[in-house]
């Protein structure tokens, strides 16, 4: 049997489900995702401020065929369609369709139109799903505003699989470093129709166009155009469409939640979304704006920590040092060993190592290398501290949510502590609201990884079970209330499970612990709010309640005020009340100036008062007011400030300028 090799390429062709195109509709959702993702980071690297503009055309087999330049033809044999109905099972279908129509009947003549509506919406989607005959085509667009592509390095970066920019240990937002190619495979496989790029960067006299796919065999990509077109307007950022098979209708709102997501946890950038149907009544478009101009630190790149080293990592390291001595080598590419700790270590090793022998002796020697890896597990390091990461900020977070979602309530909470896992650090940031309209009654969980949101395989995620553990009776929250829990983690590596790197095990301790402590480091700050709120509202009720007993209270005083007239006769007790009455009270009623309903009027205009005091204490404890509310937002001097640490009060967070 002859022995065969296989590309990267056709790996990936053939296990595309890893990569997350399990079925044309997820297709869909990853390559938006995916170029959404690349979008975003380009600007990032840059500095700018991100927006994306994303169009998703729909092309029907019809108008598909003629773009391939193929004849229509007519069914011949009905019966050997999938979609094919033989008569009982047409008779079945129509009867059931009967019954729908009849019940949206009685509904409209009820009146009740909520019922009717839901009725028929379910109705026309069962009918609009049954009429789509044969496979639905998507042209992908998104446009970025990055730094664009070196016209030389483009047909690699798109067409060669696992070449690229982001093969590090870095906090990146990729989980493969596949990205746009994993795309074009899905396009070659489904429609066989070529990638089309243009880009420009910064102050080039040319935008690159180019027209590529990729050869499958030998993972290399093939150019089938290539031009340097005007750039007569100094446009910078990339362009790329994709023609793939795909399902909008199953996979419209999981791609739309992507979009919303990424609004909340980058709201520093605007995406622009538009959809382009064969129907022009079902075409739209939607854009969630940037609210804020306050961008998170890059991620730094590092160099990896002692106790996340294997022999693989040992033997790369090694072929990539520029060191002539392992003791500098210990010293320069690794974290925590100074000189003093490198020598240390080295004696440790036993007789066969030197501080000042070449780091290539040890290449192919397995023992030493096992030895140093042993070693390097049981020995004591400062962990990591967590400065290469780049958190989202609390600052960022809040106003993600308060922009997507308009809640009453919202906190959030970061961990004082950076936190480590296998030698690599990772920081966990958390939200939690309660209210928003677009919200559903109970627990609703958003989590994001490498500020990517994760919207598959989400009950087997540490984020869901954590949040269903927690007892939120404690911190007043009920399973009525309409409750957002946002969790946010940023890692050199985040330990995904599974195939498709979709959630994080709840079996990992660390990551358990420290989304728990955050989470309720967000509930304690809600329950502080609520019994603010709830005594508030408790107040104002109580002095609300005095106005119906004033006209009894006032009778009762007047009637009071007489009987003490009636005894003040006697020029002894006149002294003695006279000398009481400080207010002069009694004058004034007996010079008719103080009535029974002059009384009243006061006492009214009084407990009114209080109620508009305890109104405005109470919009303010629950985040309402009487007008619209209006997010205002302070953008700092320059986008290129550096920034300083975050302060934290009961109403809002600032982020300081240096």
Known sequence: MALKQRSPAEFFAENKNIAGFDNPGKSLYTTVRELVENGVDSAEGMGCLPWIQVTVEEISKARFNTIMGLDEFERTDEALYHDFETK??????EAKEAVEREKIRILEEKQNVKGAEAAKTTFLKSVSARKRKGTMYYKVTVKDNGSGMPHEHIPDMLGKVLSGTKYSLKQTRGKFGLGAKMALIWSKMSTGLPFTIKSAQEKRKFISSFVLDIDMYKNVPHVHKEEKLPND??????????????????YRSRLLSYLRQMAVITPYAQFDFRFVSEDPEKGFSYTFKRRTDTMPEPPKETKYHPSAVDLMVFEQLLSHSKANTLVKFLQNDFLSINKTYAERLIAEMGPDFDPLMHPSELKGRKDMLVRMQQLFKEAKFSLPDGSCLSPVGEYNLRLGIIKELDPDMVSTYRLPQVQVFEGHPFIVEAGVSVGGKTVKPGLNVYRFANRIP??????????????????WGNYKITKDDRVGIFVSVVSTRIPYKGAGKEYIGADIKEYASAV???????????SKKISRKDAAK?????????????????????????????????????????????????????????????????????????????????????????????????????????????????????????
């Open 538 to 658: 408790a107040a104002q009720e109580r002095k609300g309640k005095l106005v119906k007993y004033i006209p009894d209270v006032s009778r009762a005083v007047v009637t009071m005020l007489s009987n003490i007239l009636k005894d003040s006769e006697q020029p002894e007790k006149r002294r003695r009340i006279s000398h009481l009455d400080t207010e002069g009270i009694l004058e004034q009623f007996e010079k008719k100036e103080l009535s029974e309903s002059i009384l009243s009027r006061k006492l009214i205009q009084h407990v009114q008062q209080i109620d508009v005091e305890l109104a405005l204490e109470y919009a303010a404890q629950t985040g309402m007011a009487s007008k619209r509310k209006s997010d205002i937002f302070i953008s700092p001097a320059s986008v290129l400030q550096a920034l300083g640490p975050e302060l934290h009060a009961s109403k809002c967070v600032i982020q300081l300028l240096h």
């Open 88 to 93: 009982k099972q047409k008779d079945k279908r």
């Open 454 to 471: 994760l919207l598959f395989e989400k009950g087997g995620d540490v984020v869901t079970k954590v949040a269903n553990s927690i007892n």
């Open 516 to 526: 728990k402590q955050a989470i309720q480091g967000c509930a304690v700050q809600l």
């Open 233 to 250: 307007k100094s446009w910078r950022g990339s362009e790329i469409a994709v023609t793939i098979e795909g399902d909008w209708v199953a």
